[in-house]
């Protein structure tokens, strides 16, 4: 089993930032990829960015494209979504994912992921 938990959001004004962290505990000896999922009011849930464990090439959805950035930090078997100029159509519950399952997955498909984490919320004011 793995346990994910994010940290980080709040509300912030348009035009600022935030940065989330989604620490990973358990059984993350195996893990291919890490995504960023949000869920918007009245909204489906959306794929944001994922990374690949081996490489660390990221995607991102076209509309966070050169304002949102995925890292991570195998120390603390933690990934990161840094947000800058944040819009208030960003406002969502942010919600990170882990692949286990094996290294052949679509990273911008979330029935490709296998843990979730529980969300935090990002409110982004106008």
């Known amino acids: 089993q793995v346990q994910l938990v994010e940290s980080g959001g709040g509300l912030v004004q348009a035009g600022g930032s935030l940065r989330l962290s989604c620490a990973a505990s358990?059984?993350?000896?195996?893990?291919?990829?890490m995504g960023w999922f949000r869920q918007g009011p009245g909204k489906e849930r959306e794929f944001v960015g994922g990374?690949?464990?081996?490489?660390?090439?990221?995607w991102y959805t076209d509309s966070v494209k050169g304002r949102f950035t995925i890292s991570r930090d195998d120390s603390k078997n933690t990934m990161y979504l840094q947000m800058n100029s944040l819009k208030p159509e960003d406002t969502a519950v942010y919600s990170c994912?882990?692949?286990?399952?094996?290294?052949?997955?679509?990273?911008?498909?979330?029935?490709?992921?296998?843990?979730w984490g529980q969300g935090t919320q990002v409110t982004v004011s106008s």
């Open positions: 994912a882990l692949r286990s399952r094996g290294p052949v997955y679509n990273v911008r498909d979330e029935l490709d992921y296998d843990y």
């Open positions: 358990g059984r993350t000896f195996s893990v291919y990829g």
């Open positions: 990374i690949r464990w081996s490489g660390s090439r990221t």
